[in-house]
């Protein structure tokens, strides 16, 4: 039916190229070594910074929103650092698609809030499920963490998304309607 | 039961959701819409049923009683709204699907238009149902953001203003809610609506005024009440059929249904409010002298649904059941026949390739079909008898007439406003089916779903259509359980104890 | 008790002030930054509305009693996100217009404007009354018994 | 009853299949119900004349509205005419029209589907069911007059004529609302059987007859009737003359028993009716168009009717009666002949019929035996109502029953006189005109009108029988004295005054008839400063260009007035509350917190600078500050979650619209390539208004918030549960637990939001090429599989 895989979501981070590289960047003079590097360093430990702060949420500052936005601010970064890249291949490196995170994200929330119903409880109900852990001591798992980690999913989505379309679209156009003046 | 109560909520953003991941398949999309808005409509129906019976229904969800967490309630009113809506939702996703498969064909799927139109529903949805007022802000922007990229798909050169008019004043008036949420809570400390409604009695009545008028006035913008409509003739008549009869259907009146709500609830009067029935006058007159102004028919339309909307003003500016009951049932049947009306004008502009009025003549005689589904509706919304306008607007004269004397004189100008409605609607029926025939304009631009031009009208179109005007004819002819429910409803309403009882416990 | 304090009153009516006074301006980008504006001036004004700087809400860090109200902290995060999102919404509509006119403005609505150059409505019954009256009369017999081209289906009204 | 009409419009809807086969079988098929109704009426002949035959079926109890129906003398004589009249004249359709007329379809089935309507309309005993049917009435006249619509006079007429009749129907409803509100019921028997008192029940009474006078053509409404003459003859003759038209004189019948005594109801109705007896007469001698002078006529005798009908004097409504039945059985028949010498010569021009009586004597017959009729001559039905009618006010006597027995007797004169006039005009032999060469009608044209002009004659010869029709109807009013009580229809009642004014009528309008020619220079002299006609044309054109002229001040087109309304709007409802309901409150601080007055500082320079700012990267780093400093201030309170959020949608709001910027000029002020436009430099008077506007409603908003806070009586509602159940929700960060369960669906809404704004976005930016638009099949197109990502 499409004429393009559709990517397993298990492999979504799975790079197709190295990992902390930027995009492909055709044009030499365009590039700016210092945030090129900055970037590659910077870009992992965000994302793992990012994951502290959605799962710290629930007992300091922090949860899903403000976490899916320090991962996006990764990605924008990364997409600076990149220069000219197509938005496409922002979409493919990372092979599963903006729109597709987002709907995933809001599938997480939405059926986190429908499954209590399912069991018996009010629809948006949590249950909390206490572990020991030896060494680690108790920690408390708690079901309204899949809403937050929806709420992180979609956000990533819709910086990509944005990254995608004001990004890379943008940068399209201006390169289309140079072309054009510089044409016939 | 209460988990029911959240269905129109969630089940559309479920919906949503899936429709995104199955971007690929057209097929998939287009069942999942259908499916989605069909159980909602059960659903509703159910909700209907049980609220009639045994009262409202309550969700605390989460469990979290009031006013620790949102509460969703499907009373009389609420539940009939969201029938109705879901409903004519329905009918229009039949005839947008038909649309697109007579333009793109069957296999074009989108990322935005069916989650989009889903997730519409679910703000309407929301709003009848919460019992919150931030939440209801919630719901408007959903509902509102939805309508922004409906209302902007696609557009072109020529008709980007009025998709910026569109949003740059929603957005104002979402800004001007948030402010008034802001100093509804600085003033009573909680945004619950049955707990605000104890809550704000206690103030100086100075302040409740204050309040109730800035709430007047953000639900009066959404509700294109004069002299804050003026967004509304010029950015509706721009998009493509469906998209304006969805919003012509829904939109505005869930801003009414706001109104209804917190002025009934949250700012209870004692007796007509001269505020609310000079608007009234102002909203009935201007839009039906705009109405005749007009040579684009989807104007036209746009302005008829602003001077309607004053006969909804109307019955609750009279402040007691029957009032609030008239104003229900009117927008029962105006939800449908507004919707109609600009589904029946998609399928003319279709056959005629041009929405100007001037440009077309004969048409009764090339389509009598296309005749007769224009003119039920039409004389409809002039509220001829028998059909539901005629009902509903009886309810709303009755009101008035019971209402002391400034409303049995506003009453007057439901009755004026209600001939230069079908004043408008004559001249359409003259100038558009009577007359020479004129050939239809070719398509200018085929490539674009906004520049008007002959087209194909696939079944699902007219079948859509047709269901709709079956709707509203039900709605004429069931008018007596109906206006029970509704009479009953404004009775509530007025009583405000069933509903805080319900919610508050 | 809660009184928002004059400075922060101050700051609401500058942030609303020059809010609505963006909103004024032709310019699309001026309105959109305009939005702005306004939407942090509301986030402030529902973030004071729960009353004067208190400790965060978090337990174990404070006493209850010295928590700020948490209710208001909540919806203005949700606010800001709302806002957020509708905001790059409206920068990508700008944009568009601005591809698509040229201008970054907001035009006025054309029909609307030749509504107001006319002096009646197009084709208006009066119109309709003035032309010539050269008709045959409708109302004969001789009119009565006109027919159709064969091919044509009558204008009975009649849904087929 | 019911069922009785529903059929009417069950068969109505189904006749154009009838028609494809054969249009006269079509008007057959649809003459069999009215038919029927005249059977069914005179079956039920007892009930109808004794304690009347009563259905109803609830449409809706909260409304009150009910289907009430109820068979009594009035509404059997109605019957007479909805039903006998309007079979006859199906069947005479039948051969009127062409056998492949295009417009028979559409008249067969609308003729039905009214008299089904009109049906309802006469046997309704309840307002609103009254009014149900009335409203469709005027609709199915508007189709009827309108046609195809292929003509500008049929055109004009029906909007005309349902414009009229529509404004009449809305004012009556809300009297019909007033009165029945007043009265608790909508029954008419109840209302009429115990008028309710008051001022809303009186202007109630007032709309309602409005209404009556517009569907009956009073005058100055009455112009859409002789317009109408624009629809075929059979129309004409059934809507026109025989039923429709009626219906405000009916109206007037029912409620006249309990409203007769009281001057808002009979001086309007004396003095219209009245005054359009005489315009209409006057103006029907003058007609040269033989359909628009019987028009004309028919105008003057619905004046007649309706001074009848008002009189709420026994004798005059035996008069009343009489007049209604006999005016349908004259006018439809002339009507009729109207359209065979139509058929038969093609013209209905007096000036150029001449000598048709010698050659057509059947039909001259017929034709005369109605016109008699009219004319109140004896041994016709005419002259029986006419003889009742001076009667009844010659006996009434007084300055009321004086002026209006003189002022029928006036309309007498005119009405004999066009009656000849007709009778001249259509057959007479007329010197220097050419003889027309008729050709021989056909017998089904004829059966009718010969059918309707006898039933004339006899009831006519035969008073008991009409006088067993009127007496029931008259005995709802009270008689008081003996000669009302006693007053029977006759032939004959002696020597009386009344005789003496029938035989001053007669002899009056021949005289008049003679002198046709000096009258018609009386005519031309006068001129008529009031036209009702140009008074119809005038309101609307009015109308029109009110709409136009208000909407184009109105409805500018402009974002920033209609925003600048808007903030006015703010300041006129709320603001004025604030200022008359506010108060201050007393302890007011500075700060409170010293860091608050730094970040202040920043966020107000910042928001200042930016109204003077030219550069767009400038105004965005502008708002940034805002945003940080506002972050700030969210620290200071105590409010971290809300100040990380802040923080990082400030930074990718920022790097949105650098995004952006890239492709847009750097300067708010140059336009791109040609040049700016004249609107660029906006005036500095209308800056400094825009500036004080919003500086007002901003103040208006703090000012707001203020007093608001001030007012506060109450701790948060919720605020303290929060914190005492943020451990059951798992969750030590109370906000957390707020974002994620408390409120879990605020935020399930505000990351939809999200989606939705992302979507849109890149439909925006994505989807800017068009595929073309293509058949059924094919894949998904271009411009969407980029959005598609």
Request: aromatic share 8%; glycine share 10%; proline share 5%.
């Amino acid at each position: 039916m499409s004429n393009r895989e559709p990517v397993p979501f298990a492999q979504w981070d799975e790079p197709e190229g190295e990992w902390t590289l930027p995009g492909a960047c055709p044009v030499r003079s365009n590039r700016t070594l210092m945030l090129e590097a900055a970037a590659r360093f910077l870009f992992p430990t965000v994302l793992v910074f990012s994951v502290y702060l959605l799962i710290v949420g629930h007992y300091a500052p922090g949860g899903g929103f403000p976490g899916g936005l320090v991962a996006g601010l990764a990605f924008v970064l990364r997409y600076i650092a990149g220069g000219e890249s197509e938005g496409a291949e922002i979409g493919s490196r990372f092979v599963v698609r903006p729109p597709v995170l987002m709907g995933l994200g809001l599938l997480v929330a939405v059926v986190s809030a429908l499954a209590p119903a399912a069991f018996g409880a009010p629809v948006l109900a949590s249950a909390k499920v206490s572990f020991d852990i030896p060494l680690i001591g108790t920690v408390d798992l708690v079901s309204s963490l899949l809403i937050d980690i929806g709420v992180y999913l979609l956000i990533i989505g819709v910086v990509l998304d944005l990254l995608r379309s004001l990004g890379s679209g943008i940068e399209r156009d201006a390169r289309e309607a140079a072309g054009e003046e510089a044409g016939p | 039961m209460s988990t029911l109560v959240t269905l129109p909520v969630l089940l559309p953003i479920l919906g949503a959701a899936l429709t995104v991941l199955a971007a690929r398949s057209a097929r998939t999309q287009r069942l999942i819409g259908i499916v989605v808005l069909a159980a909602v409509s059960v659903v509703a129906a159910v909700l209907l049923v049980a609220a009639d019976r045994t009262g409202p229904v309550v969700a605390e969800l989460g469990g979290w009683p009031a006013p620790v967490g949102i509460v969703l309630v499907a009373d009389r009113l609420s539940a009939l709204l969201l029938l109705i809506s879901t409903v004519v939702t329905l009918a229009v996703l039949v005839y947008a699907i038909g649309q697109r498969i007579s333009d793109y064909g069957r296999e074009t799927a989108s990322t935005t238009f069916h989650p989009i139109f889903l997730l519409l529903s679910t703000g309407v949805s929301l709003a009848y149902l919460t019992g919150d007022l931030f939440s209801l802000f919630v719901a408007f922007e959903i509902m509102l953001a939805a309508s922004y990229v409906l209302i902007t798909r696609r557009t072109n050169a020529s008709r980007i203003r009025s998709g910026m008019t569109y949003v740059i004043i929603s957005l104002t008036s979402s800004l001007l809610f948030l402010t008034t949420i802001a100093l509804v809570y600085a003033a009573t400390g909680t945004v619950n609506l049955a707990d605000l409604a104890g809550r704000v009695a206690a103030l100086p009545e100075g302040l409740r005024t204050l309040l109730s008028m800035l709430t007047i006035v953000t639900f009066g913008i959404k509700a294109a009440m004069v002299p804050l409509h003026f967004w509304l003739p010029d950015s509706y008549p721009n998009a493509p059929a469906p998209v304006t009869a969805l919003f012509a259907g829904l939109l505005t009146k869930v801003g009414v249904y706001a109104l209804l709500r917190t002025q009934t609830l949250v700012f209870p009067g004692t007796g007509p409010s001269t505020v609310l029935l000079v608007l009234a006058v102002l909203t009935m007159v201007v839009g039906a002298l705009g109405a005749l102004a007009q040579d684009d028919l989807n104007r036209l339309l746009s302005f008829l649904l602003v001077s309607h909307i004053g006969f909804m003003l109307f019955g609750l500016a009279v402040y007691d059941a029957r009032g609030a009951g008239g104003t229900a049932l009117y927008i029962v049947h105006h939800i449908t026949v507004q919707a109609t009306l600009f589904l029946v004008s998609g399928l003319i502009t279709r056959r005629t390739g041009t929405v100007s009025i001037d440009a077309m003549g004969g048409l009764a005689r090339r389509s009598p079909a296309l005749a007769v589904l224009f003119a039920v509706p039409a004389l409809t919304l002039a509220g001829i008898p028998p059909t539901s306008g005629f009902v509903a607007k009886l309810a709303l004269l009755q009101a008035g007439a019971t209402g002391g004397a400034a409303t049995a004189v506003v009453a007057g100008f439901v009755v004026l406003a209600s001939l230069l409605t079908l004043y408008a609607m004559v001249r359409v029926w003259v100038r558009v089916f009577w007359g020479t025939e004129k050939e239809p304009l070719p398509d200018p631009d085929p490539t674009d779903e906004l520049v008007v031009g002959t087209a194909r009208a696939s079944r699902p179109m007219y079948a859509a259509t047709v269901a709709l005007v079956a709707v509203s004819t039900a709605i004429a002819v069931a008018a007596g359980p109906l206006s029970a429910i509704t009479e009953q409803a404004g009775a509530d309403l007025m009583a405000r104890t069933p509903y805080i009882e319900a919610v508050l416990g | 008790m809660i009184t928002i304090n004059v400075t922060m009153a101050v700051v609401l009516a500058v942030l609303y002030s020059v809010g609505f006074y963006l909103l004024l301006q032709r310019s699309l980008m001026r309105i959109l930054i305009g939005i702005v504006v306004l939407g942090h001036g509301a986030n402030l004004l529902l973030q004071l509305a729960g009353g004067p700087p208190a400790r965060a809400p978090v337990l174990g860090t404070a006493l209850p009693e010295e928590f700020a109200d948490p209710l208001p902290q909540a919806l203005a995060l949700t606010a800001i996100v709302i806002t957020f999102a509708l905001t790059t919404y409206l920068l990508a509509l700008g944009y568009r217009s601005w591809v698509l006119t040229g201008r970054d403005e907001v035009q006025d609505d054309l029909e609307d404007r030749r509504v107001a150059e006319r002096q009646r409505p197009e084709g208006s019954m009066e119109a309709d009354a003035e032309g010539p009256d050269d008709e045959e009369d409708p109302g004969s017999a001789a009119a009565s018994d006109r027919t159709d081209e064969p091919a044509e289906v009558s204008g009975s009204g009649a849904a087929r | 009853m019911l069922a009785l009409v529903v059929a009417h419009l069950v068969v109505a809807a189904v006749l154009p299949l009838v028609s494809r086969r054969s249009r006269r079988a079509a008007f057959g098929v649809a003459a069999v119900l009215p038919a029927a109704t005249l059977v069914w009426g005179f079956a039920h002949l007892d009930a109808a004349l004794g304690p009347g035959l009563e259905e109803t079926v609830t449409w809706s109890a909260a409304l009150d509205l009910e289907l009430g129906f109820r068979l009594d003398a009035l509404g059997l004589v109605m019957i007479v005419l909805v039903g006998g009249l309007g079979a006859l004249i199906l069947a005479y359709s039948a051969w009127y029209f062409g056998k492949d007329s295009r417009d028979a379809p559409r008249n067969s089935a609308l003729l039905l589907a009214f008299a089904g309507a009109m049906l309802g309309l006469v046997l309704a005993d309840d307002l609103l069911t009254l009014y149900v049917f009335w409203e469709l009435t005027s609709i199915a006249s508007f189709l009827l007059v309108g046609q195809g619509g292929l003509h500008r006079a049929n055109r004009r007429a029906a909007v005309q004529a349902l414009l009229v009749t529509v404004f009449g129907g809305l004012a009556m409803l809300l009297g019909i609302v007033f009165v029945g509100e007043s009265a608790g019921t909508y029954r008419i028997s109840e209302i009429v059987a115990a008028p309710p008192p008051g001022g809303v029940a009186a202007t109630g009474v007032a709309l309602i007859l409005v209404g009556a006078l517009t569907k009956s053509a009073q005058a100055p409404f009455h112009p859409w009737l002789p317009a109408a003459m624009a629809a075929p003859t059979p129309v004409s003759a059934y809507l026109h003359a025989a039923s429709m038209v009626k219906a405000g004189v009916v109206l007037v019948g029912r409620l006249s028993p309990g409203f007769a005594d009281r001057a808002e109801w009979w001086v309007p109705i004396a003095v219209l009716g009245l005054v359009t007896m005489l315009i209409g007469g006057w103006r029907a001698l003058h007609e040269t168009d033989l359909k628009r002078l019987l028009a004309f006529g028919t105008v003057s005798q619905l004046g007649f009717l309706m001074v009848l009908f008002g009189s709420g004097d026994r004798i005059g409504e035996v008069a009343a009666l009489t007049m209604l039945l006999a005016h349908g059985l004259f006018k439809a028949p002339l009507f009729m002949v109207v359209g065979i010498v139509d058929k038969v010569t093609g013209t209905r021009e007096v000036g150029a019929l001449s000598g048709l009586g010698r050659r057509l004597p059947g039909l001259a017959v017929a034709a005369v035996l109605a016109a008699a009729s009219m004319a109140g001559v004896p041994f016709l039905l005419g002259f029986l109502g006419k003889e009742a009618a001076f009667e009844a006010f010659v006996h009434q006597g007084g300055a009321r029953g004086w002026v209006l027995a003189l002022g029928l007797l006036a309309g007498s004169v005119l009405t004999v006189a066009y009656s000849a006039r007709f009778l001249w005009g259509a057959f007479a032999d007329k010197p220097g005109v050419e003889p027309v060469d008729p050709r021989r009608p056909a017998a089904g044209l004829l059966a009718p009108t010969w059918t309707a002009a006898i039933a004339g004659l006899v009831l006519g010869s035969v008073p008991p029988l009409v006088n067993a029709l009127a007496q029931p109807y008259a005995e709802a009013y009270p008689a008081t004295d003996a000669t009302e009580a006693d007053y029977h229809l006759a032939l004959w009642h002696g020597l009386s005054l009344p005789l003496l004014f029938s035989v001053v009528a007669l002899a009056g309008g021949l005289a008049l008839h003679v002198g046709r020619d000096r009258i018609t220079g009386v005519h031309r002299a006068l001129r008529h400063p009031l036209s009702a006609q140009r008074g119809y044309e005038t309101a609307v054109a009015g109308l029109e260009r009110a709409a136009t002229q208000v909407t184009g001040r109105v409805q500018v087109g402009s974002l920033p007035v209609y925003l600048g309304v808007l903030l006015c709007t703010v300041l006129v409802l709320p603001g004025v509350a604030l200022v008359t309901g506010g108060t201050w409150p007393q302890d007011q601080s500075l700060v409170s917190s010293l860091l608050q007055l730094p970040l202040g500082l920043i966020v107000v320079a910042a928001a200042l600078a930016l109204t003077r700012v030219r550069r767009r990267f400038t105004a965005v780093l502008l708002v940034g500050a805002i945003g940080y400093g506002i972050g700030g201030l969210f620290v200071v309170d105590g409010a971290p979650d809300l100040a990380l959020a802040q923080f990082l949608v400030e930074t990718l709001t920022l790097v949105a619209f650098v995004f952006v910027l890239r492709r847009l000029p750097a300067h708010f002020d140059t336009q791109n390539g040609t040049g700016s436009s004249p609107d660029a430099k906006p005036h500095r008077g209308v800056q400094l208004r825009k500036a004080a506007l919003a500086t007002v409603t901003g103040v208006f908003v703090a000012v707001a918030g203020v007093v608001l806070t001030g007012a506060r009586q109450q701790p948060p509602a919720a605020s303290g549960e929060f914190v005492a159940r943020a451990p059951e929700a798992g969750a030590d960060n109370v906000i957390a637990a707020i974002l994620v369960d408390f409120r879990a669906l605020d935020t399930v809404g505000e990351i939809t939001v999200l989606l939705i704004a992302a979507a849109g976005t890149a439909s925006l930016v994505l989807a800017t090429r068009f595929d073309r638009k293509r058949e059924a099949g094919g894949g998904t197109p271009e411009h969407e599989r980029e959005v598609l990502g």
